[in-house]
């Protein structure tokens, strides 16, 4: 026994060792077993919480995607203005720009179309009971009245393109005037709102009124435009040489090349160029023409360019005297210089008047006064002289030196001109002379190096306290005064330290003298306005017209006649049209069969400028809680109202959030994935 015992006892062990291991395998195999079942039904847990929850997140987003696409057909909108009396109709004003620049268009067509567009969606969101005022450019009488919709609709219709713009204020103010009822009062504006609108001013409204801006936005456009043109010569004679200098302007950004340039003058070609003009810059060209006969000329600048063509011409009118009269008052010692003169040259008409037998009544005939050597200048001459120097005539005063100097001086002042102090015998040379004043610059062809200049035996000496209105033409050592233009009121006074007599100097031998006297004649007198623009300039000059018992002067052009109204002021008869001339060409004034004057209106240029009002600036310039902008292109935006609201409406917006809430629905699907179960 105790040798089989080690023997047993490692069996035993064989056996039971195996036994054992197994027991302790089976026992945490048991334990695992258990644990990974235990695992695996808490990650199934939280598998089933996780798509849960995703399955939630596509519900919510699938049901918030159909809620905001119905909101965007449903076309919600925030009110933006107080809560009106409900118990009160609506007043509307709306403007619609109908200014040149309206003709632009965009990725909606016309602009002035669009306009009509919203105008019309806007008028069907108020009520039957409601009115409505129908404004533009033209501030026509029948606009001011409240209409009813078919009326305003019927009205809007008939809107075209006018020559005619206004600023903002104007619109305004001209808004407020119908909108003065017992109702809810809107003011809508729709325009581009051209920077011309607006003097930067802050715009002034009324609390009770509700205001509203729609900025429509056009494409940008090149532009070059005839800018302004005016002549060298206020006065012209016939077949004379002239010269016409043209601006034009380019509003682009760009370089403008070769653009062509036109003249015509009667219908005939009288000039042709080319330009180039840098971007946003202006050019002069001077055209030369000539072989114009006696009488009224109608001249047309015109250019190419494209696509904006309603500034590409400007007519202008300018007339073309047969002669120019010349008065020459005389006193008794006068010699016969200013005679001789002017009887060498067919164009000048001269009439004598002894200084004791003055024609007072026909001053303002003549288109040059010569006042020589004057013994006694009376209060009532000084007068006289006043009134035609306001009315833009021109007078040449060669003094007599042997006159009382306190009766000069006394004349002297009641014309605005400087005081004699007093005679020098002193015999001096002219020591300047002024070749760039127009009396003297186109004379020479080239400054002559030793110009010989006339000499002074005796002059007079002035006190001059101001030379704010002078220009000096010849002057003596020291800057004394020699021959010097003075501006008085709208016309010019020449007036001479010396006279005319051999006894006072060589003014009147010298060759000087010609050129002198004759180029003052042809710059005298009030340039005559080359052409007007519509709806700015309602009063036009003209000479001084006496009309007979049952005379009346006519405006006339193509399908065009009106009576103007006519008032005499200053030695000139001003002519009156209001708002009746619209459209721009030539007009010709008749007094029965005779034509009096020929004037030219174009359009204004200020809708040359293709540069647009930003909606930042148009906030800045309203600053009030009433008043609204809106952008028709960057704004969700389109203007409604009803009994007592005006909103901004927000289907945009929802149709947006719509499209973000389907996309957040695909993205859950397809990258929340499910997890891989673990067995």
Avoid at 13 to 40: D, E, T, W
Avoid at 107 to 128: I, P, T
Avoid at 353 to 364: L, M, Q, V
Wanted: glycine share 6%; net charge positive.
């Amino acid at each position: 026994m105790n040798f089989l015992y080690p023997g047993f006892l490692f069996a035993l062990l064989s056996v039971a060792i195996p036994v054992i291991i197994h027991l302790v395998n089976f026992r945490k195999f048991k334990k695992v077993y258990f644990s990974n079942v235990q695992l695996l039904k808490e990650v199934e847990q939280q598998n089933s919480s996780k798509e849960k929850i995703k399955n939630l997140l596509i519900l919510l987003s699938r049901i918030l995607a159909i809620i905001f696409l119905v909101l965007a057909f449903a076309q919600p909108y925030i009110p933006i203005t107080d809560q009106k009396n409900a118990t009160l109709n609506n007043a509307v004003s709306i403007y619609i720009d109908n200014s040149y620049s309206m003709e632009a268009i965009n990725k909606d067509g016309n602009l002035l179309d669009e306009a009509k567009r919203r105008a019309k969606e806007l008028v069907k969101d108020f009520g039957m009971n409601d009115r409505f005022q129908l404004l533009t450019n033209d501030f026509e009488g029948k606009y001011q009245r409240l209409l009813n919709e078919d009326e305003f609709l019927k009205a809007l219709d008939d809107v075209k393109i006018s020559s005619s713009n206004r600023n903002l204020q104007q619109i305004l103010n001209r808004q407020e005037n119908i909108l003065t009822a017992s109702a809810n009062k809107y003011s809508f504006i729709i325009s581009d709102f051209q920077k011309n609108v607006s003097n930067g001013n802050k715009l002034e409204t009324k609390n009770d009124i509700q205001y509203a801006f729609l900025k429509l936005n056009a494409t940008t456009l090149p532009n070059v435009a005839v800018d302004s043109v005016w002549m060298l010569s206020p006065n012209h004679q016939p077949g004379a040489s002239e010269k016409l200098v043209v601006q034009l302007k380019n509003y682009s950004e760009e370089e403008a090349k070769n653009i062509p340039l036109k003249l015509t003058v009667n219908n005939q070609q009288k000039g042709l160029s080319s330009a180039n003009i840098p971007a946003g810059k202006t050019i002069k060209d001077t055209l030369n023409f000539s072989g114009l006969r006696a009488g009224w000329q109608k001249g047309v600048v015109s250019i190419k360019d494209f696509p904006v063509t309603f500034d590409d011409t400007l007519s202008f009118s300018f007339k073309v005297d047969q002669s120019l009269p010349v008065l020459s008052i005389n006193g008794a010692s006068a010699g016969n210089y200013i005679k001789a003169l002017f009887a060498a040259d067919p164009y000048y008409k001269l009439t004598e008047n002894a200084e004791s037998n003055i024609n007072y009544s026909g001053f303002g005939n003549y288109g040059l006064i010569v006042l020589n050597g004057l013994k006694n200048p009376s209060s009532g001459l000084a007068q006289q002289l006043k009134t035609y120097l306001k009315a833009g005539g021109t007078i040449a005063i060669f003094p007599e030196l042997d006159a009382d100097i306190q009766v000069y001086n006394a004349f002297f002042s009641g014309l605005s001109l400087p005081i004699i102090q007093g005679l020098t015998k002193t015999e001096t040379k002219v020591d300047q002379i002024d070749l760039q004043n127009p009396i003297f610059k186109t004379v020479f062809e080239e400054i002559p190096k030793n110009l010989d200049l006339p000499v002074a035996s005796r002059y007079f000496s002035f006190i001059e306290n101001s030379s704010a209105n002078k220009e000096n033409i010849l002057t003596l050592p020291g800057r004394k005064l020699f021959f010097a233009k003075y501006g008085v009121g709208n016309g010019s006074v020449y007036l001479s330290a010396t006279g005319l007599n051999t006894a006072d100097g060589n003014l009147a031998r010298h060759p000087v003298f010609v050129p002198l006297m004759y180029r003052l004649a042809l710059n005298s007198g009030d340039e005559s306005t080359l052409y007007y623009q519509l709806g700015n300039d309602n009063a036009l000059p003209s000479k001084k017209l006496s009309l007979g018992k049952n005379q009346t002067l006519k405006l006339s052009a193509k399908s065009f006649e009106a009576i103007p109204e006519i008032r005499q002021a200053e030695g000139k008869t001003l002519i009156y049209v209001a708002d009746q001339i619209r459209n721009a060409g030539f007009y010709d004034l008749k007094l029965a069969d005779s034509l009096m004057s020929v004037y030219a209106f174009n359009t204004g240029r200020s809708e040359s400028d293709m540069h647009y009002l930003s909606k930042t600036e148009l906030d800045n310039l309203a600053g009030k809680r009433n008043l609204k902008i809106f952008d028709a292109d960057k704004d969700a935006v389109k203007l409604m109202a009803g009994a007592n609201k005006i909103g901004q409406t927000l289907w945009k917006l929802c149709l947006i959030l719509s499209l973000i809430f389907i996309a957040a629905e695909i993205l859950l699907i397809r990258f929340f994935n499910n997890p891989k179960k673990t067995i």
